[in-house]
């Protein structure tokens, strides 16, 4: 039947073939869609490393891009530290054992950094720095972000950073100077990879070279594109910047720099921020994305496509060399920018202007914290006043908690040892003549792992 069909075909001409008319109009519209598909899909990432052993700190883990890295991370056997903003809730709790389980990795955790507020990222780092013994870190990538809709007011966060700013670029900047110590005490032989993502629309941000981050000059409420690529084009200054200085940096084995920082442009994906910047964060936005699916079905990738060019910043065997972070887009490293990617005295002048900016915004906030503990009676210095003066000997007790204290207090000054029940029988016991045996110093147990 096939064979009949063609041989009519070529002797009697196409017409003979069943729906002819139909195949003649549909099929080329078909093969154009699918080769768009193709071809908006993006390059595929061909290299790989064993991840087994390496430690990741991932930003944005949760959702769209971030979660398919994390993905690719846990599957290859990566232990993936997810910094977010909520840690106890359900979803997170169910997101992180459906990690767990669908990557057969029991080596992802997450832990709490809200990227909204400095002091947050500051707690997360000083934890993570908080350890004797060195940290392992095999790399950093940050994919959290921000992205404010259409006609929403300026937004600002409670350190008086505008939202996007903070989360995109601040966040990002004081996470990973703080991190630095930590990367530099990683062995020669560790091959360290930071990878900041970026987006096409930082070609629509504007640097203001008086108003750096976006706070004296009027919100673009109906372009708010243009912060949001202004706060992803400081970040990838911040990339450039951060590779040249982790390359002077003189390590005491003088071993040469081991740290690769790339910023990466995924491609446009069909993620949650897509989802709510194309709906305007609008139920009517919303119902006009459904209906226009198809189109960004062909014209979007998804977030594995999207991952390809972050796994090559991850994976890609030791890039050539280079005087700041590599620009890498479809799984290449680009060769040209913009101008403020090359320009080292713009970077240093950002660099010092936001150093200065989350100095000042941090003590503020400080400042504010301790007010608001204040108000709220949660003051330390005032609690520790309270607390001695519960525990003064020369007065007598009135309340049951002034009576602990006292207790307590007494205990202290003759050194009697606190909650062990045993030592502390064993002690009366002397004390009232009953048994002459001597109290045995406590013995140090052994460490739970
Ligand atoms: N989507 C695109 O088309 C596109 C294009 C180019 C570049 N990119 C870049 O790719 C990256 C990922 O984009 P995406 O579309 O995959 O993003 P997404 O799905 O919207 O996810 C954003 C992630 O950031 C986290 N996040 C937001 N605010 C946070 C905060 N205050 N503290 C901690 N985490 C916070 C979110 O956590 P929650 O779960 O708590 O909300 C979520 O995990 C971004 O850097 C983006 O600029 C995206």
Redesign the pocket.
Known sequence: MPIDILSSAIFDGPETIPGWSYIKTYVPIVTALGAAKYYFGGSANTSDRNMHGRVFIV?????????EVVYQLAQRGAQVVL????VQDQWTVDFIDDMREKTNNNLVFAEL????LLHSVRQFATTWLDSSTPRRLDGVV??????TPRGSARSVTVDGAERQMA??YL?HYHLLTLLRPSMHVQPPDRDVRIVL?????QALGPIDRDDFLWEKRAYPQNAPWKV?GAS?LLLGIFGRLLQRDLLAYERPDSAPCNIQVSIV??????????R?ALSFGTIWGLLLYILLFPVWFIF??N?YE?VQSVLFALFAPVFGPHDGGNLIQECKILTKGREEYYDYELQDQIFKYTAEAIDTMERNSAIERKKEEKRLGLDKVNEKKRVDKMRDLSQKPTTTEELEQKLLAMRELMNFPLGNPKIEAEVLAQASGRETKKIQPKKKGKRKL
């Open positions: 930003t944005g883990g949760t959702s769209g891009l971030g979660a910094l977010c903003r909520l950094c809200d990227l909204l940050c994919c959290a972000a921000d992205c989360v995109n966040a993502t970026t987006c096409s629309s949001y992803k442009n995924p491609g446009i994906m069909r993620t949650a921020s897509t709510r979007f990738k977030s999207g």
